[in-house]
């Protein structure tokens, strides 16, 4: 074969790689199992544990520590005891169950104060409205609260806290 050949169809194989690698799943597109588990990657991209963590810690963000415990941050202050804590998680639920808790909590434990993270209806919400802005409702502006990425994101945090 020729080298201009090989190197074409490398090209093309990368790009489609790229593309399907990068195909977001959309809220109402993500297909559930067993109403807990999210058995697909939302993102074709595998998370990024060090970001999950942040996602996980920072008020700004997730900031799942404000009712949560997490022994493996004991530099993170006000932790909370609302929801379980996150000491075993990862040896507790598989990575599935783990992104489906995370995306939407509600559809496993209808009760839960937990937000749903992965959800862009806001006919799912009490007061839908543009992040913490207090604005009202703007169907052009209205999305998840976490990304779909940023979900992988603490997932791949998750499944490494293992220890109890």
């Known amino acids: 074969m020729n080298s201009r050949f090989i190197s074409a169809a490398l090209a093309t194989a990368m790009i489609v790689a790229g593309a399907s690698a990068s195909a977001e799943i959309k809220p109402a597109d993500v297909v559930w199992e067993d109403e807990i588990a999210i058995p697909m990657s939302l993102t074709g991209v595998p998370g990024d544990p060090a970001r999950g963590a942040e996602v996980l810690s920072k008020r700004s963000l997730g900031n799942c520590v404000a009712c949560h415990q997490n022994s493996a941050m004991p530099d993170v202050a006000f932790q909370g005891n609302v929801g379980p804590t996150f000491d075993g998680v990862g040896a507790r639920w598989s990575e599935a169950e783990l992104r489906g808790l995370v995306a ?44 779909a990425q940023q979900i992988e994101d603490v997932v791949a945090y998750l499944v490494t806290l293992t220890e109890y």
């Open 104 to 147: 939407n909590a509600k559809r496993a434990f209808p009760g839960s104060m937990m937000p749903v993270f992965y959800n862009d209806s806001p006919a799912d919400y009490i007061r839908p409205g543009d992040a913490y802005t207090a604005k009202a409702y703007n169907p052009e502006t209205f999305s998840t609260l976490l990304t």
